[in-house]
């Protein structure tokens, strides 16, 4: 397998509330995994990244590890705010030298004040 | 630091016309990459270049589409003709090499009358 599996959106919570978007991937070995963000209107920015098991991304109060028991990279925040509302892709390299990304489908983050 | 330049921003065209895309990467970036956004499929690859050669092309939909990197700072991706289910949003990305993470460009929004 190929491929990455984010959660279903859209994602609705409050101001402050704490944030869990669900990543699971297939691969073989253990490929750079990604978290990127798109804000209306805008191409999709680096959020944060993982090179190696057991590694842990941060940017911005987001954080996701790295875990190959589970083959996840689930995204967390402790508290969000309404202009964390974007829509959320999990990625990873894809196989081969090249430097090819394998995207999820996008979660749909909606915070409300 | 100048990112990845797309233009133009919108593009409105009667079917049947030429549209060309445009794409500056990020200057010493090896890979290139043309991706389409719908709300229907998501985020697509079209076509990525390694070192301004086409590396793979599956994703792109049909012979009505095609894409060039004649040298190191620009891309084009050409529909013709254009029909009105190739409406979208077109980013361009670009990253170096290894782990290096892909740079969005803010799109082309393109739409087929």
């Known amino acids: 397998g190929n491929s990455v599996t984010q959660m279903e959106g859209p994602v609705t919570l409050s101001e402050e509330a704490f944030l869990t978007i669900n990543c699971t991937y297939t691969?073989?070995?253990?490929?750079?995994l990604f978290w990127y963000v798109q804000y209306p209107g805008e191409g999709l920015q680096l959020l944060l990244k993982?090179?190696?098991?057991?590694d842990k991304g941060s940017n911005k109060g987001f954080e996701a590890t790295y875990r190959k028991e589970t083959t996840s990279f689930h995204l967390e925040k402790g508290s969000v705010q309404v202009s964390d509302s974007a829509v959320y892709f999990c990625?990873?390299?894809?196989?081969?030298?090249?430097?090819?990304?394998?995207f999820g489908a996008g979660t749909r983050l909606a915070v409300h004040p | 630091d100048a990112g990845v330049i797309q233009s133009p921003r919108h593009e409105v065209t009667e079917m049947g016309q030429e549209v060309t895309l445009r794409c500056k990467p990020i200057?010493?970036?090896?890979?290139l990459f043309w991706y389409r956004q719908t709300m229907m499929r998501g985020l697509e690859l079209l076509i990525y270049?390694?070192?301004?050669?086409?590396?793979?092309d599956s994703g792109m939909p049909e012979d009505r589409f095609s894409a060039k990197m004649p040298n190191a700072s620009f891309s084009t991706l050409k529909i013709q003709p254009s029909e009105p289910r190739d409406s979208a949003v077109y980013f361009c990305a670009s990253s170096g090499r290894g782990n290096q993470p892909q740079h969005f460009g803010d799109g082309t929004r393109l739409s087929i009358l």
């Open positions: 200057s010493g970036h090896d890979y």
């Open positions: 990625a990873r390299k894809g196989l081969g030298g090249y430097n090819k990304l394998i």
């Open positions: 270049f390694n070192n301004n050669v086409p590396i793979d």
């Open positions: 993982a090179t190696k098991a057991d």
């Open positions: 691969a073989t070995g253990y490929p750079s």
